[in-house]
């Protein structure tokens, strides 16, 4: 694949990769791969801000509505999806372009793991009601014992991964940060790595109107029709997991909403400490396109 480049565009959520996607996908006439963890399921729509129909419509994209969330999706799976549609998409074109907010997946992509080692169906079943009888807490829990490694990082909030870890450290005996964190594999093309960044209070205000936005789309109404699957690691996410809890009579809507406001900061939060930890990345005003296109042909002529 020589002389073929992947070109990364990363960012917290809300910020413009849609958006600045599509533009270089068509500047280059090409494809996009996601690198969502959560758009990839055919059943969400509305609360993982999907690319709309039109946008699909205008560049072909992969890995959207492309699982089921009855799969169990992981980065090393991601990691060979990826890898195969990017054969595929070099044999008719120069570049593509790979974009998402899911830290873990292009970490995948752009370095790879080692094979996932297999998890036995007892260990999974013993963590899963761990989850369902404790919740967090009980996750929380074991992990401080079994994996200190993984409860030092910003992941305790996060079941699906905390199960994951729960998962892996009794498979192996280590902690999975130590499988993350392998050495570097090399890729047979270029990468070019883009982040999207915006003052923090534009990006919150641009969260804040999403969010209404996907409730005027009908967001409740996605949300009860998903409510039989509620268990399910694809649905504890947010805009689910709040909508659920007001369902249940947890919490009033306009304190569900304010909350999956808040726990969607919050997260961009933490994505960008993860991609800022990258010095690989170099950022840009989602705005400022002809510097982004720039700065791109001037690392394709060198």
């Given at each position: 694949?020589?002389?073929?480049?992947?070109?990364?565009i990363?960012?917290?959520?809300?910020v413009?990769?849609?958006a600045?996607?599509?533009?270089?996908?068509?500047?280059?006439n090409?494809?996009?791969?996601?690198?969502?963890?959560?758009?990839?399921?055919?059943?969400?729509?509305?609360?993982?801000?999907?690319?709309?129909?039109?946008?699909?419509?205008?560049?072909?994209?992969?890995?959207?509505?492309?699982?089921?969330?009855?799969?169990?999706?992981t980065a090393?799976?991601f990691?060979?999806?990826a890898l195969?549609?990017?054969s595929?998409i070099?044999?008719e074109?120069?570049?593509?372009?790979?974009t998402?907010g899911?830290?873990?997946?292009?970490?995948?992509?752009?370095s790879g793991?080692?094979?996932?080692p297999?998890?036995?169906g007892?260990?999974r079943?013993?963590?899963?009601?761990?989850?369902?009888?404790?919740?967090?807490?009980?996750?929380?829990?074991r992990?401080?014992k079994?994996d200190?490694?993984f409860?030092?990082?910003?992941?305790?909030?996060?079941?699906?991964?905390?199960?994951?870890?729960?998962?892996?450290?009794?498979?192996?005996?280590?902690?999975?940060?130590?499988?993350?964190?392998?050495?570097?594999?090399?890729?047979?093309?270029?990468i070019?790595?883009i982040?999207?960044?915006?003052p923090?209070?534009l990006l919150?205000d641009?969260i804040?109107?999403?969010?209404?936005?996907m409730?005027?789309?009908?967001?409740l109404?996605?949300?009860?029709?998903?409510?039989?699957?509620?268990?399910?690691?694809?649905l504890?996410t947010?805009?689910y997991?709040?909508?659920?809890?007001f369902?249940?009579?947890k919490?009033?809507?306009?304190?569900?909403?304010?909350?999956?406001k808040?726990?969607?900061?919050?997260?961009?939060?933490?994505?960008?400490t993860w991609?800022?930890?990258?010095?690989?990345?170099?950022w840009?005003?989602?705005?400022?396109?002809?510097?982004?296109l720039?700065?791109?042909?001037?690392l394709?002529l060198?």
């Open positions: 694949m020589k002389n073929k480049t992947a070109i990364i990363s960012g917290p959520t809300a413009g990769k849609t600045l996607s599509i533009q270089l996908a068509r500047h280059f090409t494809e996009i791969i996601s690198a969502d963890s959560r758009q990839c399921y055919r059943e969400l729509n509305i609360g993982v801000a999907k690319p709309t129909h039109a946008e699909q419509e205008l560049v072909k994209h992969h890995f959207i509505n492309s699982h089921s969330i009855n799969d169990n999706i090393a799976g990691e060979q999806y195969q549609k990017t595929e070099f044999r074109h120069d570049q593509l372009i790979v998402g899911t830290g873990l997946y292009l970490k995948a992509f752009i793991f080692d094979a996932m297999a998890v036995a007892e260990t079943e013993l963590v899963r009601t761990v989850y369902l009888n404790e919740g967090l807490v009980g996750l929380r829990n992990l401080e079994e200190p490694v409860s030092a990082s910003d992941d305790l909030k996060n079941p699906q991964r905390m199960m994951r870890a729960l998962e892996f450290v009794r498979t192996t005996g280590t902690s999975i940060r130590n499988y993350q964190q392998s050495g570097k594999k090399e890729r047979p093309f270029d070019i790595q982040g999207l960044e915006l923090r209070p919150y641009r804040n109107a999403r969010v209404d936005e409730m005027e789309q009908g967001l109404n996605e949300v009860k029709e998903l409510v039989p699957h509620k268990h399910l690691n694809a504890q947010v805009g997991r709040e909508l659920f809890d369902l249940d009579g919490i009033g809507l306009e304190k569900a909403v304010d909350k999956i808040q726990n969607t900061r919050h997260y961009a939060k933490r994505q960008l991609f800022k930890a990258d010095p690989s990345i170099k840009f005003d989602p705005g400022d396109v002809d510097s982004i720039a700065f791109i042909l001037s394709r060198d």
